[in-house]
């Protein structure tokens, strides 16, 4: 047994530990730290960073480090000589430690800590034998400290050279059968209940350099049971020869032969988990197989661990028969999967919501209990439509007909647009302003979950009232662009509905507002502290918090006052329903991202694009007037007129959805505070995540013991589910998914090849990189001129569309949101895909056909194809009778009025 005496240059394994990194390096004090817990370690000893420093002094080398110039600094190493202590000590390390072939490596003190992973980035020696063998692997160790990769690395990580020593460690080489690695979470997923072990015959240091093939299994940490195995072809192996290493071919019967059975696999999670538990944290272990068993050769932490991601759902189960499950509507709004506590309360509250206006347009018992449900399937929520329900519908279409032309039934919810504007609309107001006064007064945490129902609730009931403008608004652009672009539309004149651009909506005066904030900006003298920092670093200096430095604090407040004008008038937009999502009152963000980009000249200025449309618009509309005979002028006119006034409105109460939502979130988030400090759950957004019935115990006092483990299962399922596209229609019947990709291109979504087809939304071609966005958080990631690539837009991302050079969606038709904002911008769009997000990678060269409705993916090296347009046919179809429907609607509109006048 080795125990050599503590010397100034060398210490032992078992006399170091993980503190000891500015000794020992952080190789070296982990292998003391391993030896210590009692872990099966191949002895050895470390030449510590003081010999590091006797060396440098005794040969002159800090002049030559502070001058630079890797090749001589590491010429000036290898020439110099170790003093006699320090090779005195090294050789009385070695000769307790007795002969034998030994590794020689490199231990920097920036190395295999929690923060940073050097590993890899100074030299190794393996098969060394004899103090003189050993002294110069050292000396070449110390002068890889100066390689240009290792310097490369330091200043990536902008790492102080004079922070930076080497210790080197010194182990008796393992009788080596196999080896390879080992992570005790898994890598790929960031599953802590599975590991991940690379096996190989031979040496390790290949497979830690990524040179050989090696055998990958899947292990469930609590039972060591291989998940998944694949076992490579192994062609080459590391051994050791009399000069160091050499790769040699793997003989032929143990090239496919599995490097480790079923009890190796078991016995070697094991010992990671042994391993995992000593530290505290996932680690990523390197293995060695010898005839007496395992032995651990090195563990560092694992960094930049994802957060644990289960499966992608591969089956999609669907909750009960007798029914058809749709993602449309208001489901759009929700693109991912459901937090918990969202899906339980939206499911009642669509429920109700839709009924209502189902029954009250339709008719009293048109829809019954049970007909319709928002329930999710994998956590994607769909409407559920049962089939007799259906029937029922198609035979109330006389009466829904009656409806859209201002006659719904008696006690029906608010309708249309006046219903929207003289009811639904003020209702929600005074509700999210009743429930905001009381919360100010002072709410227990049941009462605000009382709210927090009746204010979804309320939500809920104001988009069913949307929902009867979108049809309105939908045809009233149809008719006009039917009639426009068949009957009146000339050669060289401007297509339809560049005729309906050029007015104010919501979320044209939203980005009006960021513009005067990114002017007012200028006037306050606060341009260099916005366009300095990104908009995370810029929310976390909003009051009451310090100014950014270098900020005048009195024009930072002034500021920041107008910033809160603009939030509190726009700041409720969501960029998705649920409420698990901050919206930008809550997280500003990417407000003060808009507003940089505003002030470094990537952004238009809404205000001349406005002016310029709205000039064209009435230049062309002023030159048609005039030529047209007096029954088409009327036409014209009154159609023009209808799809002039219901176009903004459509995308006003949109904007307006999301009116409750900065008043819930505050509210859950509130109860969330006290469960945290009730001790039930960790944090205030892990009530999101809670099922509405646990959520009611828990506030009633209930204790759940396995509530947190229940809470990061949910997580970790929402995260798998996110990766996957969720079909458009359940179940999957060819005939019914034929018949709604007619009217949902999204619902196609087997598309192949390098073109992607879906509806042409807004005109123009646009060659340009990617950026597949999902979300708030990857908004400040767009750069100006490139293609935003996103499940859906929602008003709140109508800033993103100032930068982009063109829009494709997996969701979305020609009347959406999207559509409507690309128009404005003039930019090309290509929506309802199905697929973009999943096909499209950030950075490939798209080329965007907003004419044709198609994407070509030019990496892929194919010539463009011309897709086959299904939506742009059905857009036709459907424009043409949506012209007549909606010219019939007018008609009788205009003699009610001329009646009742």
């Given at each position: 047994?080795?125990?050599?005496a ?11 530990g ?5 000794t ?18 191949p ?31 590491r ?19 070695l ?26 980035q ?46 080197v460690v ?6 080596a ?7 005790t ?24 350099g990524?040179t050989v ?14 998940l ?48 995992a538990?000593h530290y505290?944290?996932?680690?990523d ?23 644990p ?5 591969a089956?999609?189960?669907i ?30 509250a669509?429920?109700?919501?839709i ?67 003289d ?21 227990t945490?049941s ?33 006009f ?32 507002s ?39 604090p ?8 107008r ?79 209808w ?7 459509r995308?006003?109460?949109l904007?307006?959805?999301?009116l ?5 979130r ?8 006290g ?8 944090e ?14 828990a506030?009633?006092?209930g204790?759940d ?29 060819p ?17 192949t090849?390098a ?6 939304a ?7 990189p990617?950026r ?13 001129g490139?293609?935003?690539?996103a ?24 009347l959406?949101?999207?559509s ?30 907003g ?18 347009a ?13 012209g ?15 009646a009742?006048?």
């Open positions: 047994m080795y125990t050599g503590v010397t100034t240059y060398t210490r032992r394994f078992d006399e170091l993980a503190t000891d990194v500015e020992a390096g952080g190789k070296g004090a982990n292998l003391g730290e391993l030896t210590r817990a009692g872990l099966p370690v002895p050895g000893f470390v030449v510590v960073t003081p010999a590091y420093d006797a060396f440098v002094a005794a040969n002159g080398l800090q002049a030559r480090i502070d001058a630079g110039g890797p090749a001589e600094i010429a000036a190493f290898e020439a110099g000589t170790a003093p006699e202590p320090v090779a005195a000590a090294v050789t009385a390390a000769t307790e430690l007795g002969s034998g072939p030994l590794a020689v490596r490199s231990s920097a003190t920036v190395e295999d800590v929690a923060d940073t992973s050097a590993a890899g100074q030299d190794t020696y393996l098969n060394v034998e004899g103090p003189d063998a050993v002294l110069d692997a050292v000396r070449r160790c110390w002068a890889s400290l100066f390689t240009d990769r290792a310097l490369a690395y330091r200043a990536s990580r902008r790492i102080a050279p004079e922070g930076v020593r080497l210790a010194v182990q008796r080489m393992a009788d059968e196999a080896s390879g690695v080992m992570f979470a898994n890598p790929s997923n960031g599953r802590r209940d599975q590991l991940v072990i690379g096996a190989a015959w031979g040496l390790g240091e290949s497979v830690v990524g093939s090696t055998d990958d299994h899947v292990v469930d940490a609590a039972t060591g049971a291989v998944s195995r694949t076992v490579a072809d192994k062609t080459v192996m590391t051994v050791p020869t009399p000069t160091g290493t050499e790769e040699r071919p793997v003989p032929p019967e143990r090239r496919r032969a599995p490097v480790l059975d079923d009890d190796a696999v078991r016995e070697l999670a094991a010992l990671g988990t042994r391993i538990a505290g944290s996932p680690q272990v390197e293995w060695v197989r010898t005839p007496l068993g395992f032995v651990v050769v090195q563990s560092r932490p694992v960094t930049a661990l994802p957060e991601m289960a499966d992608p759902p089956d999609w189960p909750p009960y028969d007798g029914g058809w499950y749709f993602r449309a509507s208001i489901v759009e709004q929700m693109p991912d999967p459901l937090t918990p506590l969202f899906a339980d309360l939206v499911d009642g669509v429920t109700r919501s009924t209502r206006l189902m029954n009250g347009v339709m008719g009293h018992g048109a829809v019954r209990d049970g007909d319709v449900s928002l329930p999710t399937v994998n956590g994607y929520a769909y409407y559920f439509y049962r089939t007799s329900s259906l029937v029922r519908m198609l035979g109330a279409t006389p009466t829904a007909l009656r409806a859209m032309a201002g006659r719904p039934v008696e006690g029906a919810p608010p309708f249309g647009l006046d219903g929207w504007r009811r639904a609309h003020p209702e929600y107001e005074r509700t999210v302003a009743d429930w905001t006064a009381r919360d100010a007064a002072g709410l945490p009462q605000r979950y009382d709210g927090v129902v009746a204010l979804l609730d309320a939500g809920c009931v104001y988009y069913t009232s949307v929902q009867s403008i979108i049809p309105l608004a939908a045809t009233s652009e149809l008719a662009r039917a009639f426009h672009d068949r009957l009146v539309r000339r050669d060289g004149e401007p297509a339809g509905y560049q005729l309906l651009l050029g007015f104010d909506s919501r979320p044209v005066l939203a980005e009006k960021l513009f005067d904030l990114a002017t007012a900006a200028r006037t306050d003298g606060v341009t260099d502290v916005l366009t300095g920092s990104d908009g995370v670093t810029l929310a976390g200096h909003l009051p009451p918090s310090s100014p950014p430095d270098g900020a005048d009195d024009a930072w407040t002034r500021w920041c006052a910033l809160a004008e603009h939030l509190d008038r726009y700041g409720h937009t969501v960029y998705n329903l649920d409420f698990a999502d901050p919206v930008p009152a809550d997280d500003p963000a990417p407000v003060l991202d808009s507003v940089r980009f505003h002030l470094l000249g990537s952004g238009t200025d809404p205000y001349t694009r406005q002016r310029a449309a709205a000039g064209e618009r009435d230049r062309w509309t002023r030159d048609i007037d005039a030529r047209l005979d007096p029954l088409r002028r009327r036409i014209f006119t009154a159609l023009l007129s799809a002039q006034d219901t176009g903004p409105v995308e006003d109460a904007a307006d959805m999301g409750a939502w900065p008043l819930m505050r509210m859950l988030l509130g109860i969330g505070a469960l945290v400090d009730a001790g039930t759950v960790d205030p957004a892990d009530v999101f995540w809670l099922r509405g019935t646990e959520l009611r115990s506030l009633d006092g204790a013991p396995d509530l947190r483990a229940r809470i990061a299962e949910r997580r970790m399922l929402w995260r798998g589910r996110r990766t996957v596209t969720a079909p458009q229609l359940l179940p999957e019947h005939a019914m998914k034929a018949l709604l990709a007619r009217v949902m291109p999204a619902s196609d979504q087997a598309q090849g073109t992607i087809t879906g509806v042409a807004s005109g123009g071609r646009v060659t340009a990617a597949v966005v999902d979300g708030p958080g990857g908004f400040a990631d767009l750069r100006p490139e293609v935003l690539v499940r859906i837009t929602t008003p709140a991302w109508t800033p993103l569309f100032t930068r982009a050079a063109a829009v494709v969606t997996d969701v979305g038709g020609p959406s949101h999207s409507i904002v690309a128009r404005e911008y003039g930019i090309p769009a290509v929506l309802g895909t199905g697929s973009a997000t999943g096909r499209i990678r950030t950075g490939q060269q798209v080329l965007v056909d004419d044709r409705g198609a994407v070509t993916l030019l990496e892929d090296g194919a010539t463009p194809e011309e897709p086959d299904p939506s742009r046919r059905t857009g036709a179809v459907l424009a043409v009778a949506g007549l429907g909606a010219a019939a609607v007018l008609a009788v509109r205009r003699r009610r009025r001329r009742s006048g």
